[in-house]
């Protein structure tokens, strides 16, 4: 079980700052636990936050291998959609898998939508471990493998996610990262890229696919030096925080009346 936590989060901004929106998502076996904090400071400078559930998430991991990227994907569209109407400027975000919906969100709206910039925190794109390769031969036998949740540098932090891999989520996941990565050319918003000196779930191939990809926009990449995987709750969480405050401050403002 993910534990509790793991619920959505929403918040409405007023006045000029709640004119801008932030949608940020949490990554594979993950919640909105993760993405928490973050919200929070983000909904206190006054911005309108949402955090979705995505599909499969938050409950049991039995649950995620019934489900498909393009499943959590409608889940990230439905709250695009949910800011777009309130929203006069959007920034995407998020952890892992969750990076690689905002990409992919980037991709299919285009230079002439609200969208205005992305803030992802160790983007999973691709993997050079070739376990992960016998995921689509092992899913229909193995329901499950260990899981990759709660690698946090910080002592005695809990990401509330799952304690096991689903594999045909996982195979799914992998199906997304091409899908994605065939299309990165087509980002023209400007992104950061937060990555952390020590990642034991995404390699660096991830980040070398992303750079690579991409070239139609511009990548500041941030280095989170004292975190691990899932940084939103670790050491270089504030980092984060204040950094991403300043780039949606810089970037959303353009597109706001």
Known sequence: MAGAGTEPFAADGQGEQGRVGVLLSHGFTGSPYSMRPWAERLAAAGYTVRVPLLP????????????????????IRRSYAELEGRC???VAGGL?????????????????????????VNPALGTRRKDAKLAKYLAPIIPSRPGLANDIAKPGVDEHGYDRTPLRGLVSTMDMWSVVVADLAK?????????SAVDHVVDAESGRLLHAGATSTTIVEVPLPNSYHVATLDHDAELIFDHSLKFIAEHARTAAP
């Open 56 to 75: 499969g998430h938050g409950t049991r991991w039995q649950d995620l291998n019934t489900t498909t990227w393009q499943d959590w994907y409608a889940e």
């Open 88 to 90: 006069d400027a959007i």
């Open 96 to 120: 892992s898998m969750g990076g690689t919906q905002a990409l992919k969100l980037a991709e299919d709206i285009g230079p002439d939508g609200k969208l205005t910039g992305l803030l992802l």
């Open 187 to 195: 980002i023209t918003v400007p992104i950061v890229h937060y990555r």
